[in-house]
């Protein structure tokens, strides 16, 4: 029986522009993806029946929904298909849940990605990260991303990916306690729709923007309070299409001296930007421990 225990962490949009509508409703993104140091942690415990199982510290996501078990199936299914698996390959997956669901920071994304990667390395699959990315796009747009695992600029969907390396900076991540749909936000029409293209590499701060924030702002006036709290500590924006916002910082010291003043109404934490996905590293240190001791 093999145990296997990996992060899943959260992404921040440092950006997001939508530049576009496809026919089929969905829109055109180009949005800066970074990793940040916290998240969920994932512990795989291969079987010997054919089973898939699930357990989460949150109840209400031990249900057949979750991505991860969704991930778990499909890669199941993708590797008989190709003949890559013979035997009953059977998998219990437990989620430390840390990150909130649905604040735009990608938990359900990176979960589903660490479960993917996860049982490529424990039942031995030889799978490209280009087949293991395309289908996580099957999952959810922001899957890819932490599949490649390195910090990215995203166009389509969230498909095209650029990699990218911005600073790696600290953030206070804020979220303002209020639930956001991702898809109610996208079929506003106030939505803002019609950013002019950048020209990848050329960004700052300052000259992007995250097109839900003026939208979110007015629909949820908790997310306006939080955000008019935050920028007088440090630049910050809504990720994703929010809940949570988040603050730039040059230092941690100064990340944690504006969590310590957080009104307690709201959660928060502080994280470190990173351009590699951990959970890549974790497995490529497995990988070469297992090839030593195969010596
Ligand atoms: C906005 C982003 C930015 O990273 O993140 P989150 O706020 O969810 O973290 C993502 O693009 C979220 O992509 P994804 O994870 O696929 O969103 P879902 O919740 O599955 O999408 C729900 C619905 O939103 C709409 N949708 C989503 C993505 C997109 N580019 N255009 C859309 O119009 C579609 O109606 C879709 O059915
Ligand atoms: N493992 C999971 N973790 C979190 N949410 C999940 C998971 N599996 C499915 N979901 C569903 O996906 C939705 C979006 O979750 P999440 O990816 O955390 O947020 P966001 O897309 O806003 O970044 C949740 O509301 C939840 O119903």
């Not at 995203?154 to 898809?183: F, K, M, N, R």
């Not at 994280?271 to 297992?290: D, F, I, K, M, Y």
Request: proline share 6%; hydrophobic share 40%; glycine share 8%.
């Amino acid at each position: 029986m093999e145990v296997l225990t990996l992060p899943a962490v959260a992404k921040l949009n440092l950006f997001l522009h939508i530049v576009g509508q496809r026919d089929n409703g969905y829109h055109n993104l180009q949005t800066l993806f970074q990793f940040v140091n916290f998240g969920d942690s994932l512990t795989f415990t291969s079987k010997q029946t054919a089973d898939i199982t699930l357990s989460c510290t949150e109840p209400a996501l031990e249900s057949a929904d979750n991505l991860v078990l969704k991930a778990a199936q499909l890669l199941r299914h993708y590797a008989k298909q190709l003949g890559l698996l013979y035997l009953a390959h059977g998998v219990h997956i437990h989620i430390d849940k840390r990150l909130p669901f649905g604040g735009g920071l990608g938990g359900g994304s990176s979960d589903a990605a660490t479960t993917l990667l996860a049982l490529r390395h424990l039942w031995k699959l030889p799978i490209t990260d280009d087949q293991l990315a395309e289908l996580g796009l099957q999952l959810g747009a922001d899957v890819p991303v932490f599949v490649r695992g390195h910090a990215a600029f995203a166009e389509g969907v969230g498909e095209h990916l650029q990699l990218a390396e911005p600073p790696c900076l600290w953030y206070l991540v804020v979220h303002p306690g209020v639930e956001i749909s991702t898809p109610s936000i996208f079929k506003n029409p106030d939505l803002k729709r019609d950013h002019s293209p950048l020209k990848w590499p050329h960004w700052s701060w300052e000259t992007t923007t995250n097109d839900c924030e003026p939208l979110v702002r007015r629909l949820y006036p908790e997310v306006a309070n939080a955000l008019d709290w935050l920028v007088e500590y440090a630049p910050s924006r809504l990720t994703g299409t929010g809940a949570c916002i988040f603050g730039r910082f040059d230092s941690e010291t100064l990340a944690r001296a504006a969590l310590q003043r957080m009104p307690a109404h709201w959660t928060g934490f502080v994280a470190r930007g990173l351009n590699e996905n951990p959970v890549c590293q974790q497995l490529r240190q497995a990988s070469t421990v297992n090839l030593t001791n195969q010596d």
